[in-house]
C-alpha cells in the first residue's frame, strides 16, 4: 500500500512527531546516525535505506519513518508499524563480513536495542534469533537484509522496529496479547528521542566490537540477556523441528540446544517456541 493512500492516524495514536532536530544533535558526528534521513511516511523503512545504500550513502546512515504502510518481518510477514508513536528504523551497514554471516547482524541490534530499553524496561530479554521480549511479550525485532557481491555482503540493512508508546488498541487483535511497548514497561509515556538516541548509541558501540571481533566477541553479553538459556524449546526451521534445552549460543551466533539424546546441536535459523509457553519466566528473570 502507498504512503498516499494508508490510513491517516487514529486518534488514540496521535502522538506528537519525533523531534528529529534533537535527535541529529545527539548524534552529530557519530559513526552509526551521523546521517538521519527522516520520513512521515514509507512503505518500508528498509527498502529507502537500501535505495540510499546503493546510491553510495555513508556507513551509518539512518532512515526513520513514523509510520510504515508495508513494515515487513522475516520470510514475509508484515511489521504492524502505527504511526507518531514507535520507532521504525534502518541503518545502512557495510560490514567486511560472508553473505551467511549476516543473520549475526540481527544478534548486534538485538543486544544494542535490548541494552539500550533497560532505563525503561529493566525486564526486557533476548529471545534468539531477532525478538527482545519483556514478559513473553514482543517489544522489539530485527531484519537483517543484504545486497551480496559474490559470497561476500556488499550492502547490509540493518531494520529495527521498536514499540515505545503504542498501546494495545494501535495494534490488531491477533498481536495486541502478543506485543508489548515501553509505555507498558515503564509505567507512563516514554522520549522516543531519548529511545533512538540511547539504540543507536548502543549499536554504534555493540557494532564496533562485531567488527573488531566477531560476534565471539559478544557472545556472553548476548547470552547474559537471553530469556532462553536453560529453558526447553522447539525450534522450527524449515521442514525440520530441533527439540531440547538451550545450551547457549556458538560463537557465529548459532543457537546451541541439547536433544533429548543428550547430543549439543546447532541451530542456524528458525522460530523458537518454548516448551510449556513463558509460565516461570518472571519478567525480571535473567535466564
Ligand atoms: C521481525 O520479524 O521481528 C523483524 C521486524 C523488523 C521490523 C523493522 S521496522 C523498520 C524496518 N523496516 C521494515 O520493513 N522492517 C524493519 P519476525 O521475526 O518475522 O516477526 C514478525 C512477527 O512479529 C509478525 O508476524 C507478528 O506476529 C509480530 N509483530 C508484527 N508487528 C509487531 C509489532 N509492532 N510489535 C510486536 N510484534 C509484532
Known amino acids: ?46 527498502d529507502r535505506a537500501r535505495a540510499l545504500g546503493l546510491d553510495g550513502a555513508p556507513e551509518g546512515t539512518v532512515v526513520i519513518a513514523e509510520r510504515q504502510t508495508r513494515g515487513r518481518g522475516r520470510l514475509g510477514r508484515s ?12 541503518v545502512v551497514l557495510r560490514p567486511a563480513v560472508r553473505a551467511a554471516a549476516v543473520p549475526q547482524l540481527a544478534l548486534v541490534a538485538g543486544l ?26 514482543k517489544l522489539a525485532g530485527m531484519l537483517a537484509e543484504l545486497e551480496t557481491e559474490g559470497a561476500a555482503a556488499r550492502l547490509v540493512i540493518l531494520g529495527i522496529g521498536l514499540n515505545v508508546n503504542s498501546g494495545p488498541e494501535d495494534f490488531p487483535p491477533g498481536l495486541r496479547d502478543t506485543a508489548i511497548a515501553l509505555r507498558e514497561a515503564a509505567g507512563g509515556p516514554v522520549d522516543r528521542v531519548a529511545v533512538a538516541a540511547a539504540l543507536l548509541d548502543r549499536l554504534e558501540t555493540r557494532y564496533a566490537a562485531y567488527a573488531d571481533g566477531g560476534f565471539a566477541a559478544l557472545r556472553r553479553a548476548w547470552e547474559a540477556l537471553s530469556c532462553l538459556g536453560g529453558r526447553r524449546v522447539r525450534v522450527a526451521e524449515g521442514g525440520q523441528t530441533v527439540e531440547g534445552v538451550v545450551i547457549g549460543l556458538a560463537d557465529d551466533g548459532a543457537l546451541r540446544v541439547r536433544d533429548a539424546g543428550g547430543t549439543a546441536r546447532e541451530v542456524r535459523a528458525g522460530d523458537v517456541t518454548l516448551v510449556g509457553g513463558y509460565a516461570g519466566l518472571g519478567a525480571g528473570e535473567a535466564t
Request: with cysteine; proline share 11%.
Open 1 to 46: 500500500m502507498p504512503c498516499a493512500s494508508g490510513p491517516s492516524a487514529p486518534a488514540s495514536a496521535a502522538g506528537a512527531p519525533l523531534d528529529v532536530a534533537r535527535l541529529r544533535a545527539a548524534r552529530a558526528g557519530r559513526r552509526i546516525g551521523g546521517v538521519i534521513e527522516y520520513f512521515a511516511c514509507l512503505e518500508s523503512t528498509n
Open 112 to 137: 544494542a536495542t535490548c541494552e539500550a530499553v533497560q532505563p525503561w524496561a529493566p525486564a526486557a530479554r533476548l529471545k534468539w534469533p531477532n525478538d527482545v521480549v519483556v514478559g513473553g511479550r
Open 79 to 90: 511489521w504492524v508499524s502505527p504511526p507518531h508513536v514507535n520507532l521504525y528504523l534502518s
